[in-house]
């Protein structure tokens, strides 16, 4: 058995099935040896942003770690911006890094660059592998550290010798490491402080879906707290049935006006909320003045005990969480707004559906318009690095397989990473993707603005219209295999829509608004 | 005057008046201060590998710097692929990144990220602006540090304050920091070494284009030497009328053929030719075993100063360098091969073309048949990662609008970078693609051979052919605004590049090969 071989059948017997691959030569004895463990889903991708985006968008969903499979610093980079995303998500990657082989690494060949230099930009974990029979032990710590702290990067860079010099067998990762806990002290403290009048419990991680967000539901009931979420979610329930859970904006005055009623904020599972960006004279953190701040459980810690903890120390057990009814809109009729697009998806969005949100500009009236739809799961871009729509809807469309996506994407943000769709029709993958086609960066209009310019000429207009020639999205599908249409009126767009949500596969549906 | 208009005034002032964009919001008071100046071109790139790239094809061409425009660690990792191959190509480069500002780094923002790191990776130069008052300085020293060495890559890191807050004037980078030069004694060495049978001078940088390729010309004829170039090359010229080099190859078993006879290899500013990758049992180094070599002047030192001291005591003024000679091929018929590709390109190649190739398994006849063409410089990927084509192609045409400028390259290195389709519309370059659309990472196939794997099955099948869907490259075009026709035989492709070179702006061909 050669070192590939012993790192496959660690990973696999560690439960981790998939690969996102975007392999190269130095990958060559890896991929021979994934050659022979067709149990393990290789899943290509024609761009390492889309194998990195869809590792996350897996672990959002599936709770559990996929692996990448890339070549060298230079694909490491290009996986990065959607590793950022991921680390700010709190997801779980293993990535598989083809090097140099060891002796030949001394050498100024093409590709020779600072490999560990890229992987320590993004990963929590990084480790360079040394010898051959090291490699399955170095897997192994690989998806151990990945799944540490609820989920962090980790990148095993992996020479070309070590994969194909000579090993012994597969390792063990044993047990996720144990979470942090708060004290019982803190978590008294923080159950007091909930009770107080302009209390809110700020939800991240776990929280936001599923038992945990039921549990926090719960919890503000008994308190009589507020409950928050900050504007990017790694994961957050949603619609129907939801539990009702606050959510902040992208703009900063709306979050001042937000939090202004609001002494006092416990997080659970979530960072303080912070500003997007900085700007003159506004506030980088939008609380109110004089707020207290208790961190009681950051987004590494155990978030599900400390929700048990705190319920139990309000004895919230039998307390009924506020929720979200069902309130669907009119069917929209005429011209594509922001408004009708918003109350199309919200009218026909099916049950259970997973909604990744790169919409942008648009986003504002969509999520308004979602809060009452059909019960669905919404993921968004939590490192602002854009570019990470459609790749991860490859990956929560893989990882759940019985379930719908809808990929809202600006059709700026769609072109950094539009390579996936092709990864869709490859995998047959059920995602309809909603293009809002406004020809352009239309926030960085917005933000022109903002900063005083009004008289806007040519060098900042070819810098955020992509006009002349306009993208043509039905081509640009067909050009990756995709089907896809453009449509001209919200009638239309309900009909599309409903058109993607009943198809085996992809579809594209281009909305110029 | 804010910091921000001191920057681009700077800029501006010496003489860096191209701007390969890709904005942010960090970055929209720097957008501002460029709207106030027509005299910087802005170029809009859909993806920051294709602004890096082509900087990367314009300083090659050109050259001189281009600026490019990036926002944060993100979108800075999104272009350092192509930073990795300018760096490999001792290209020049100034990277104006938008940060977070100064005040606001301290929160953890969604962008917030370690934008430094990925600065690191591929600059040899980076610096973070601490306030308005310094960031002409900034600018000035980044301009100044980009054209050290006979470029350089530079990252100035421009926090959102800096360019919003008070400045003075513009600052003046001054002359370009004098090369290093070989002593006296090393060139008297180096000359004495030539005359010796079985030698080469291995030539790089300038040496392989203009008059210092005549001058390596007139060296070789006089002191009987051998010219050589190693694979991969910044800029060479090429095809008839051409001083002969004799042109290393990708595949390692042809470079030790090459080098068997080469007894000692005299460096001019090239590096050691070193093989591309490590292979079990096959050199790291393809030279013959006990060859000397002997390091001149490396890339960065002054080529041009070098050959003259070379040709002065070698008395080398008057001898006449061996040419190419021009030898079309016939007219190429029947069905689309390698071979029928690469004589058709050597058939209508127009006089002055710039050939940017990243045919990867099809370079290798092209670059033959291209060899007695008419009079071309050609563009490799210097640093193995691919999605340096089209973008390159972008940078060498704004750089030379009187020229043709033809992009080789296979269907899946063209997928990494594929937006520079749009930027060429946009610009309305005349840019002819001719995808080699072997539907796979042909390249790949061959290497999974050469570890002795013969028996393929589904994974790697699936890891290494874009079939199924196959990529529709005409649709892909015209969803990116490019006109393309998709030929069916070798006559057809000869017609279709006539076209593509007629035409004003960006042409498509698919050749299905």
């Known amino acids: 058995m050669n070192g590939a071989e012993s790192l496959v059948a660690t990973l696999l017997g560690a439960g981790v099935n998939v690969c996102f691959a975007n392999p190269g030569t130095s990958e060559m004895h890896f991929v021979a040896a994934l050659d022979r463990h067709p149990e393990m889903r290789c899943i290509l991708c024609l761009f390492e942003g889309g194998a990195t985006g869809a590792a996350d968008g897996y672990f959002r969903m599936k709770g559990d770690v996929a692996a990448t499979l890339l070549h060298l610093g230079p694909g490491l980079a290009n996986g990065t911006a959607n590793l950022h995303n991921a680390r700010k998500a709190g997801s779980g990657v293993v ?19 600072d490999l560990a230099g890229v992987a320590a930009v993004a990963a929590h974990w990084s480790r ?21 702290g609820n989920g962090r990067i980790a990148t095993l860079m992996l020479p070309a010798d070590t994969a194909w010099g000579e090993a012994a067998g597969p390792a063990d990762p044993g047990q996720v490491p144990d979470l942090q806990r708060p004290s019982d002290a803190a978590v008294a403290a923080a159950a007091r402080q909930l009770r107080v009048p302009g209390a809110a419990l700020v939800l991240g991680g776990s929280a936001l879906y599923g038992a945990d967000a039921e549990r926090a539901g719960r919890i503000a009931a008994a308190a009589g707290c507020d409950l928050l979420a900050d504007y990017l979610v790694p994961r957050m329930r949603r619609g129907a049935g939801a539990v009702a859970i606050r959510h902040l904006k992208y703009i900063v005055e709306e979050n001042v006006a937000a939090l202004a009623d609001v002494s006092s904020m416990v997080l659970c599972g979530a960072r303080r909320p912070v500003s997007f960006f900085a700007y003159p004279g506004k506030p980088s953190l939008p609380e109110a003045p004089g707020s207290a701040v208790f961190d009681l459980c950051d987004p590494e810690m155990d978030v599900g005990w400390t929700l048990k903890a705190l319920e139990a120390a309000l004895d919230a057990g039998s307390a009924e969480p506020a929720r979200r009814g069902l ?19 919200a009218l026909v969005l099916p049950e259970e559906a997973i909604v990744v949100e790169e919409s942008i500009t648009n986003a504002a009236p969509l999520l308004v318009a979602t809060e009452t739809a059909r019960g669905h799961d919404l993921l968004s871009v939590t490192g602002g690095a854009i570019g990470f729509g459609l790749p991860s809807a490859v990956g929560a469309a893989v990882a759940c397989p019985e379930r719908r996506v809808l990929a809202l994407t600006g059709d700026g943000s769609a072109m950094y990473t539009v390579q996936s769709l092709w990864t869709m029709a490859r995998e047959r993958l059920n995602v309809t993707v909603l293009v809002y086609a406004n020809r352009g960066y239309r926030i960085l209009h917005r933000e022109l603005v ?64």
Chains 1, 2 share one sequence.
């Open 95 to 113: 990535n598989i890094v083809g090097d140099h082989a060891t002796y030949h690494l001394k050498h100024e060949s093409p590709l020779k660059g």
């Open 327 to 345: 309130a669907l809109p009119d069917v929209p009729e005429g011209a594509l707004t922001p408004q009708s697009v918003a109350a199309a998806v």
């Open 450 to 513: 903002n900063v005083g310019v009004t008289d806007v000429r040519r060098n900042a207009q070819r810098m955020f219209d992509m006009e002349d020639p306009e993208l043509d999205w039905v081509a640009m599908a067909k050009g990756h295999g995709v089907g896809a249409v453009r449509v001209e009126d919200a009638a239309g767009l309900v009909a599309a829509l409903r058109d993607g949500f009943a198809r085996q596969g992809p579809f594209l549906i281009e909305v110029p608004v």
């Open 128 to 148: 360079a592998g040394v010898d051959a029979a090291g490699v399955a032990a170095d897997g192994a710590a690989a998806v151990r550290a990945a799944r540490a």
